[in-house]
């Protein structure tokens, strides 16, 4: 009974929507009166000496570059904007701010929709510790339904998300809205809507379009040293690791690795330490410290390949501390993996081996016929020559298959650009000569390797030295995410492979690289 009232109600909000679905609105009007939200990067202290502070600030976005007229203010929503009876929680004018304001509303906790929370039993018991609270606020606040419609104009498609049950269905596959919304007014009418969303499956979604391209030929939102978010060893007091000195400049993210995932990034980049006195052994490495059990990543990568039919890329790239053999100088030329690499491979393989390897040449289409979805990228060549696996090579252990699966020779190692920049003027100068070079060696980015730009600063080791509070890694990806997000949008949309950054959801690159996947489709 209830289902059918909600039903009912549902077509009744829908027929305005379509309806209302502005057909005076030029396509180009359209394209400049772009919106969207974001969430900061920042952490700020509740007063100077404070140690608890305020963060996941939602920030609202938009462009003005064709006409400034086209939008003259924006509006924060926890609701389809469109909806009868919607009010806005902030209204802001455009003309006062660059582009962008900085909400002083918070996004949390807020549960993942459409099914993707895991409950706690799934979630690993390492993360218990973090802040439930307003998790708990949502669901209490919304037992009421909220309405979301597909923000991809043209495609009407209504998912509702009930955030007061518990999420215990099955995931749903396509994007998803949380309950925030902006929307772009020009004379009082609203000009254009989005969302802040999860697109778990967005490969997947759009595969009549990509299926037929490969990894190295799509644009690919990454993290950049993505195992390094929140929990930190030895940081047990709560209040002061948020602001702390190894929070500010060691954490790079502040999702784990599923909830990344969940969100749409498609390549994690990794450094592994090898601890051979701690009962875990292998840990997520920033340099040379040690921040978390590198299974947790294993698991997140596991619980996302169970749920979600997209592929993803797992970049082993640096093995800081632990790895090198002893003899290493002896044997430089025909070396073998060192033991500790050899028990990271037996690891891997125990782990993932499900779902691996595969080939970043070869058509999506291929990656799904084969079940092969994961990519690893294991940036040691002496454990590549031991393990056919690490070059793509199948080798599966049941005996059904062996040998080469792939026709042409695999494409499986990621070459990072890295500028190790500290602002954004020498990050653009950088990206900008990476891309030139790339675009002359193999013209389009298709026709290349695997390769990652690193669109974030890194600190000099002054800058860590004579820190002061308000600067670290935070502040740094506040500085560039919102140029990263347009440089590739703009400029780069069809030339770049994998871009990976810090505090990924102060950019909207997964966003941007759904629309310049299907821009290239077309091209
Ligand atoms: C949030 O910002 C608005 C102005 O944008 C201000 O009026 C309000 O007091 C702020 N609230 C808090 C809790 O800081
Ligand atoms: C807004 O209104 C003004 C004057 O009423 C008009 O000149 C302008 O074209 C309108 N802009 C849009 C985008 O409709
Ligand atoms: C297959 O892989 C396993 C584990 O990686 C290895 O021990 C074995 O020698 C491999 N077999 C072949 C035929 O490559
Ligand atoms: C960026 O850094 C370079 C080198 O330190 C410096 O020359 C330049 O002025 C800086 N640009 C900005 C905008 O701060
Ligand atoms: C980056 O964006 C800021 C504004 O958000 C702008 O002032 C700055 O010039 C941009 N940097 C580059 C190199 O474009």
Same mark, same amino acid.
């Given at each position: ?55 996941? /600030? ?63 039993? /799934? ?37 509702? /998300? ?362």
């Amino acid at each position: 009974m209830e289902t059918l009232t909600t039903s009912i109600m549902l077509v009744i909000l829908l027929v305005p929507i379509l309806t209302s679905q502005a057909p005076q609105q030029s396509s180009e009007m359209k394209r400049c009166s772009r919106a969207f939200l974001t969430i900061s990067s920042l952490w700020r202290p509740h007063s100077y000496s404070s140690r608890t502070g305020t963060e996941t /600030e939602l920030e609202l976005n938009w462009e003005t570059n064709c006409n400034p007229e086209y939008i003259d203010s924006v509006a924060l929503f926890t609701e389809y904007p469109r909806n009868k009876g919607a009010t806005p929680l902030l209204q802001v004018p455009t003309k006062q701010y660059p582009g962008y304001f900085r909400t002083n509303y918070t996004f949390g906790d807020t549960l993942l929709p459409g099914g993707w929370q895991l409950v706690d039993d /799934e979630e690993d018991s390492g993360n218990a510790d973090s802040e439930k609270k307003s998790s708990e606020e949502w669901e209490s606040e919304s037992g009421k339904s909220a309405e979301s419609k597909n923000h991809n104009e043209g495609k009407i498609e209504v998912r509702r /998300e009930n955030y007061g049950e518990k999420a215990s269905q099955e995931p749903i596959n396509g994007d998803h809205c949380f309950p925030f919304w902006i929307a772009a007014y020009a004379n009082k009418t609203i000009v254009y809507t989005d969302c802040l969303k999860i697109r778990p499956t967005w490969i997947w979604d759009h595969r009549s379009e990509l299926g037929d391209m490969s990894l190295r030929s799509l644009l690919i939102p990454g993290t950049h040293n993505s195992g390094c978010y929140k929990r930190v060893t030895g940081l047990s007091n709560q209040n002061s690791r948020r602001n702390s000195f190894s929070s500010r400049f060691l954490l790079t993210q502040d999702l784990d690795i599923y909830t990344q995932l969940v969100y749409g990034i498609r390549y994690l980049d990794i450094r592994v330490g090898y601890y051979p006195s701690t009962p875990e052994l292998f840990w997520v490495n920033h340099d040379v410290a040690r921040l978390l059990p590198l299974q947790l990543v294993l698991e997140g990568v596991k619980q996302f390949l169970r749920r979600s039919p997209d592929p993803i890329l797992l970049d082993l790239h640096r093995f800081p501390v632990g790895f090198s053999d002893r003899r290493r100088g002896r044997r430089k030329q025909h070396s073998r993996a060192s033991p500790a690499h050899r028990l990271l491979v037996e690891l891997l393989w125990n782990e993932l081996g499900e779902f691996t390897p595969a080939d970043a040449s070869v058509p999506i289409n291929t990656l799904w016929k084969s079940g092969r979805r994961l990519l690893i990228s294991y940036a040691d060549k002496a454990s590549r020559e031991e393990f056919p696996w690490l070059r793509g090579e199948m080798n599966l252990t049941n005996g059904k298959a062996s040998g080469r699966l792939w026709n042409k020779s695999p494409s499986v190692t990621v070459t990072q650009e890295w500028g190790n920049v500290q602002n954004s003027s020498q990050l653009y100068d950088f990206l900008s000569k990476t891309i030139d070079k790339r675009k002359k060696l193999w013209g389009w980015s298709g026709n290349g390797e695997l390769w990652s730009s690193m669109a974030e600063l890194t600190p000099t080791p002054m800058d860590v030295v004579f820190s002061r509070p308000g600067t670290g890694l935070r502040q740094m990806a506040h500085d560039v995410n919102r140029n990263v997000t347009r440089w590739f949008r703009d400029l780069w949309w069809q030339d770049a492979n994998i871009v990976a950054t810090d505090f990924f959801r102060g950019a909207n690159l997964i966003d941007v690289a759904v629309e310049s996947n299907l821009r290239r489709s077309h091209v």
